[in-house]
């Protein structure tokens, strides 16, 4: 089916964006400016007044006038703290567990390989900035011509006859190059390659495509680009969105190749309408620049920081590279709740420049997502931080600058003297004095300014600004313990962990928001990896996309020591997993895994893991410690395989050696050798052995003490126990 489609077809779009554009200028838009010109450390500049009261053209520069800073610190901590990392998604479903772990070290691929980074954090700077961060996402094909040499004889010998490399060398057309294939076929002869040697040498240069990537894209959009729905809640109840870029002639030469297969006919038809180029192409517009009441948000946000705009400045016609066209994109679902994108240009109205449905299926939703870190009630904006506080910064600078204002004026001290004296000018400036004349009184003398001294508690009136805006972010860590004058609750201890809990609390309202936002993200990316992947060619994952879902699942199921490892300077060690697109066909569901993207991640893993370590060591040997050594590894960075830090377990004891002793004699003379024996055998000693033991120790003991008694008794003489030789004495 040709592109069909009304003549005020362009002109309805361009309506819708002219009234979603006005909406969002009366209600937004100058809120805006005003936080954008705070964050960049800008201010209004101060007008003088006239006699009548009214604000004039030229700036008042007696008065400081200067940003503190408050908005810019808040801005930059709350951005770098839920995006200081590379998010992690965690699939789950699926009837094969490891499909899903795969799938989501697929996801973390795809992340690096797209270059989602730089993307994802401007996106998270809109959130916290304006209340809303959009995001596009897109099936992109990326690949690279790429230019090598080959050598057509090696060695005296011919190793290059192809004949398509040898006319890519000379950039033959592709259509010459297919009919000389077919004519003279794939080689080369010989004397075709002797000839050719003899004209241009032994060595060729082909360029060949490599293809660097294939996948889902995240594009960050500016907020001043994207229109949708007034009222409506979010961007997915909003019934069109539309966004408005520019682009080269070289992309519509590009999309001119874009097809699509027709729903009802199911043929392959162009998307762009070559008529409707040719009529833009033969343009040369300039850039629509649109000023007063429907001027454009980022020239806004260039004036509020004193920067020249599309109007004071553009780029002269005749130095310009390429032919630039303002496009329109609409999103928006037809009767039949298919989803179609319209192109179409301010430059030309007469007819769209193409049309065509979805390639994917989003089940509803469009191709954009929103991050909303503080949401409303009524409107697909939420609030800000910056932008609920922009009054509260504004009261702080005031005060701060009245107070340099005021101490300025004491020190450089001002005194008036009377007209009849010689001066040649009203006020006259003497380094730090200043003296003005005056008329009447005694014109003798000079007198000093009588100003009155500073209030007390004057200079202590940003301590309670910067408390309660302390209340509101509690990221500023103001635990200060505060002045005399207006001192802060509690002690500086107490304050700290106060905060900190608030902020938590405060915190996970964003932490939620942002949750929310990759949720759909990722989802969106599940689907398009189902629907748009090619099913012939398998995904390559490498290891270090792993993450700790894929590898303890390989290890649980003893395949990592199954999978090819390969060994580069750059990288280490490094493994691959396959995974085909036909083994996603299958009802998935991702969660961002909690904190991945935070700053202080790895903190919060580290200070868990050591909580482990010390419930381990009090538990008396119930945890498994090497279980809990291998949960504390992981939180190091660099250590991709904790297990392999692990010492090789000891080798089981040898088992004692059996000897066989033969003895003859009773058992009763020998308890001990008997107590030993029936050990040895399993058999308990009976208790008569052990009382046995004793006896015979006693009686050996008994022994011993009679033999040392013998030794230290007087010598006997032989014949009797008086000796042979004595007598009994006379009666």
Known sequence: MAVVSPINAVSEIIMRRDESKKWLRFNYWDEWVETWRM?????????????AGKEMEEEDKSRTNVESGLANL???????????????????????????????????????????????????????????????????????????????????????????????????????IQQAVEEYGANMTDEEVQEFMGKSGTEITVPQSVQKYEGPRVKACFPGDVYWEPFARTLRQSSFIIECYRETDLWLKKMLGLKYKDPE????TPAFDPDAVAGLMRLDPEPVVIKGEFQELKDLFRTAIGRQDQVQY???????????????????????????????????????LGKMPYPFEFYGDTAFTDEVPLPDLNDAIGDSTPRLLRFMFQLFNLQHCQNFDYITQLIRRHFFAHSSMEFSEDVLERGNMRISRYTGGNGANIIPDPTPPIPEGAMERGAGIMQLIGMFEPSMNTTTEGTSFNPQAGKTATTAVLQAKAADVLLQFKIDARNLYLYQLGMKKIWMNQQMA????????????????????LKQQGQAAQIPWVTTDQSGKIATVKLNPGEIQEDFECEPETGSYMSVDDDMKRQAAVELDQVAMQSGGMLDMQKVLINHLKTIKGIDDPESFLAPPKPPSPPPPKVNVTFSGKLEDMPEVTKIILQEMGIQPPPALDEQS??????????????????????????????????????
């Open 39 to 51: 964050i960049k450390c800008r201010t209004k500049p101060i007008r003088k007044i006239d006699s």
């Open 74 to 176: 808040i801005f930059r901590k709350n951005v770098a703290r839920l995006s200081a990392q590379p998010y992690t998604l965690r699939v789950r479903g699926g009837s094969d567990p490891s499909r899903a772990a795969r799938l989501s070290a697929l996801l973390g691929q795809q992340y690096d390989q797209s270059q989602e980074r730089a993307e994802d954090v401007r996106v998270r700077m809109a959130a916290e900035a304006l209340g809303i961060g959009v995001s596009k996402l897109y099936w992109d094909f990326v690949s690279r011509t790429m230019v090598f040499r080959k050598a057509v004889l090696k060695e005296g010998k011919v190793v290059m006859n192809s004949r398509e490399a040898f006319m890519q060398s000379r950039q033959a057309p592709d259509a010459e």
């Open 265 to 268: 006919t199911g043929e392959q």
């Open 314 to 352: 553009q780029f002269p016609r005749n130095l310009r590279v390429r032919k630039l066209y303002d496009i329109l994109e609409e999103h928006k679902q037809d009767d039949d709740g298919r989803m179609w994108i319209t192109w179409c240009s301010e430059n030309y109205r007469d007819k769209v």
């Open 534 to 553: 090619d099913m012939d060619q398998d995904w390559t994952i490498d290891s270090k996309h792993f993450g700790m879902q894929l590898n303890d699942l």
């Open 694 to 731: 004793q006896l015979d120790t006693l009686g050996r003991v008994n022994e011993a003490a009679n033999h040392a008694t013998n030794l230290l008794s007087p010598a006997q003489p032989e014949g009797g126990p008086l000796g042979a030789a004595e007598s009994e004495p006379a009666a």
